[in-house]
């Protein structure tokens, strides 16, 4: 939704909520305070307490609000033909979509985020995995056992199929990402996910 379409409350809350996420993720959650959330939001400490009751259920929200950034993904995922002549390529452009999104320095900072508070906050990060990576993951097993029905792809578990591909596409590139910083080298897309997509029909294609 365009920001000229929200009332002047959606806009506090929409606020607020992209204020503690840049807060969150500069200064770590302890780092953070309700008062440098309301600063940099350009509103009261009192209207942040009316749009969230503490800072806990504010993180929460920063967190799960991201979950639908998936959704493009998953309806890829879905819409994967069972055409032979149109399988590498559909699974080329998966493959730099969903690698494309996970690198963007947004997500790593999140995943960083999440990861340095899971122990703090559990439920919530075992929500943003299910309702993110892990939906991805059995829409592409589904997909991939639909692919193996047709005779495209043979497999005997597309659970493990589909946890294959995605470590072909993400596993190298993301650990890079995430433990190099803003400083590491830029990811090649479409090379890297070539490669994933060649190796991975090496493996699972029909004969």
């Known amino acids: 939704m365009d920001t ?4 002047r409350t ?3 809350h929409r606020a607020i909520i992209d204020a503690a996420t840049a807060t969150f993720v500069a200064k770590g959650y302890a780092g953070t305070s309700m008062d440098e959330i309301a600063r940099v939001a350009a509103v009261s400490k009192q209207t942040v307490y009316k749009h969230f009751a503490d800072k806990e259920r504010l993180f929460a929200e920063v967190v799960l609000s991201t979950t639908d950034r998936v959704d493009g993904i998953v ?4 819409d994967i033909s069972a055409d032979a ?3 590498e390529p559909k699974l080329q452009v998966l ?3 969903l690698l494309g999104a996970v690198v963007q320095p947004g997500t790593i900072a999140l995943r960083r985020l ?3 508070n899971a122990e703090q906050f559990p439920d919530v990060s075992a929500s943003w995995y299910e309702e993110g990576f892990e939906r991805v993951l059995l829409t592409l097993a589904d ?3 639909r692919l193996s029905d047709a005779g495209l792809l043979r497999m005997d578990d597309s659970a493990m199929a589909a946890q294959h591909f995605a470590a072909l596409v993400l596993w190298i590139p993301v650990n890079r990402a995430m433990f190099h910083g803003a400083g590491g080298d830029p990811v090649d897309v479409a090379e890297q996910a070539a490669i994933a ?3 991975f029909l090496a493996a699972y294609a029909a004969a």
Do not use: G, M, Y
């Open 197 to 199: 997509v060649r190796t």
């Open 114 to 116: 999440v990861i340095a």
């Open 95 to 97: 493959a730099e979509q």
């Open 143 to 145: 997909s991939f056992a």
């Open 10 to 12: 959606e806009r506090k």
């Open 85 to 87: 002549d149109d399988l």
């Open 75 to 78: 309806s890829l995922v879905a």
């Open 4 to 7: 000229v379409d929200l009332s």
